[in-house]
DNA sequence: ATAATATTGTGATATATGTCGCATTAAATA
DNA sequence: TATTTAATGCGACATATATCACAATATTAT
């Protein structure tokens, strides 16, 4: 496994499918082919090759790639080897379905606690993480050294929960609210953009329709 | 307003910015320049001017883009203006937070029903949509003609109720499931994929880590 | 032992997307 | 009225991503 400068946005994408194929055939197989990832995923051969390349993985001419090997060069990439902690920021309906996703510590993100600021829910429990009352977030993250947070609020206040954030020491931004932050460019936001998924949905129906 | 081939599906994906933007704009300017939607994004003044050229407005050289029409053709090319019946499968809490997200309203989504197999929810309203049982699917959605199902099961069953979904004669799925669904290419599959997603925060944040 | 087959790796090419430079236009200003 | 300014539009260019063609390799079958 050879060192790597960089890999692609869209490659970074694609890991977490192979990885799903990679873990129903490790136990039944040590290699596996680019062919055969291919074709579950109803991609191109030479893609799932290049994107394999990329991450520094060389496979065996007229064998396939060791799927351990693999799955260690995905997992260490990603950063799924260290479990990282990170907040929820807004109990509301979309909040509470995240905190409820067992899936995500798959991947590697264990939210450990969640902020709000109705008073009717700060103490409760959703899913087994507490909720606190979002006024002692700094201190709480902080102390824990979390970098992740999960923006789940309303749009309206999305940009203020995020500054406080980023001023609780948070690097790291899972924006699930449709509202472009504005950070300061050593903050990472990630957006989940339901409306341009939605978008790409109906224009794709509208192309069909006529 | 000129006749148009074909959009970017990166262009598509900008159009809910841009017309949130617009429909904050509307009631006080009669236009807008691409240097200010630009810079609200964060985005290049070049690369609005393309993406509106793209969708076949044209603006006027020092004055800028008619709000109305821009706001007029971004909804005719999306569907918008036809307000699209959809219906939801999976209530869990995924299913339920889509339930009782109001935003879809504005992008054209209606969700008017949603179904389980869990026999202690059907019957019950969720959010004011009632619930049923997923056997009768198939007879209420050609019934209403319904074109959009949007899947929010468990990996487990995502292909068997996708292949439900498509008997039912459902044209396209919002597959909010982290399963790849094998289906004839003539139905629409558009996916979010929130281990994607992540997997691209966690690439960036490690990158800054070290 | 030889041939056929399945597979990787690489350099070249194609396609898609984003950006630049600059001429043109119309409003605002001097 | 002339000049400056802010804007669009277009063709060329740059970058990113995906795909192709083909040589090299190891297994399997003849």
Redesign the pocket.
């Known amino acids: 496994m050879k060192e790597l400068t960089s890999v692609?946005?869209?490659?970074v994408r694609r890991l977490p499918l192979y990885m799903a194929i990679l873990k129903e055939i490790e136990p039944a197989s040590e290699h596996?082919?680019?062919?055969?990832i291919a074709d579950r995923l109803g991609?191109?051969?030479?893609?799932?090759?290049?994107?394999?390349?990329g991450i520094g993985?060389?496979?065996?001419?007229?064998?396939?790639?060791n799927v351990r090997e693999l799955i260690g060069a995905i997992e260490q990439l990603r950063g799924w080897d260290t479990m990282r902690d990170a907040i929820l920021v807004g109990t509301g309906n979309l909040g509470q379905a995240l905190l409820g996703y067992d899936g995500f510590a798959r991947y590697g993100l264990n939210i450990v606690a969640a902020f709000d600021a109705n008073p009717e829910i700060i103490g409760m429990k959703i899913h087994g993480k507490p909720v606190f009352d979002i006024e002692v977030l700094s201190s709480l993250t902080e102390r824990m050294h979390i970098q992740i947070g999960v923006l789940a609020v309303p749009g309206k206040v999305a940009q203020t929960v995020a500054d406080t954030l980023i001023q609780a020491g948070i690097h790291a931004i899972w924006n699930f609210t449709p509202v472009k932050l504005n950070v300061d460019n050593n903050v990472i936001v990630e957006q989940v953009d339901l409306a341009a998924s939605l978008a790409v949905l109906s224009s794709k129906l509208k192309a069909v329709n006529k």
Chains 1, 2 share one sequence.
């Open positions: 692609s946005v869209p490659t596996v082919s680019s062919t055969l991609l191109e051969q030479i893609q799932v090759r290049k994107d394999l390349a993985v060389t496979g065996q001419p007229a064998v396939g790639f």
